[in-house]
C-alpha cells in the first residue's frame, strides 16, 4: 500500500515538473500582457486558475498541429466554428462538472512561432477584446501547443469559477449531458483562428 502511495506521488511530482520544463514563460508573459491591457482599462487583473489553466492544456493539445485557418481563431467566420466531441473527456480529465464552465470562456488563437507581441495584440485587438474588457472574469488559465494558445476566463461564481468536482460526485456524466448548458456554449468551445498580417 504504501509503494504505491510512493508511486503516485512520484508520478505526480514528475508530471508537474515535466510541465515546469516544458514551459517556456510565453504563458506568464502572456498573462502580464493582458493585466496591463486590463489595467489600462481600470479593469481589475485575472488571477491564474488551476483548473481553468487544465482546461487550456487540453484544449491546446487537440489544437497542435492544426494549420491556421479562417474557420479556428479570433477572426472566425460564424458559423464555421469547430465543435470538440471529447469535451466531456477534457472535463473529465481536469475533474470539472459542466455546470462550472457555463459562464467562462474560451479563447483559442493561432500564431506561427507564438511571437509574444502578436500573441497579445491577437486578444486585445480582435473580437476576444470585449471578454478581456469584461468585468465578470476574474480568473484566467493559459497553456499553448505547437502554433496554438489558448486561453480560458474563469468568472468568480459558481457558474464559472472552474472549481472543481468533489471526489465521487461523478462529474463525467454531469459533463456528458448532450448540448446541456447554454446551447452549446461549452461543448462548441468555438476554434478560432488568426490570419496573420502577410
Known sequence: MDSRISLLCFLVLASALLHCARSDGSDAQLLKGINSYRSSLKVPALSENKNAAC????????????????????????GTEQQFPDYPKYLD???????????????PACVPGLVPDVVLTNY????YNRFLNDTQFSGVGIANEGDWVVVVLSTSTGSGDYS???PGSNWAAASAQPFGFGQLVALLVAGFVILLMK
Request: glycine letters at 6%; aromatic letters at 2%; hydrophobic letters at 30%.
Open 124 to 127: 486585445t485587438k480582435s473580437q
Open 55 to 78: 482546461l487550456a492544456e487540453q484544449l491546446a493539445k487537440q489544437f497542435k498541429g492544426q494549420p491556421c485557418t479562417n474557420t479556428t481563431g479570433s477572426n472566425t467566420v460564424m
Open 93 to 107: 480529465h481536469c475533474h470539472l462538472n459542466a455546470s462550472v464552465t457555463e459562464d467562462g470562456q474560451v479563447m
Open 164 to 166: 472543481p468536482a468533489p
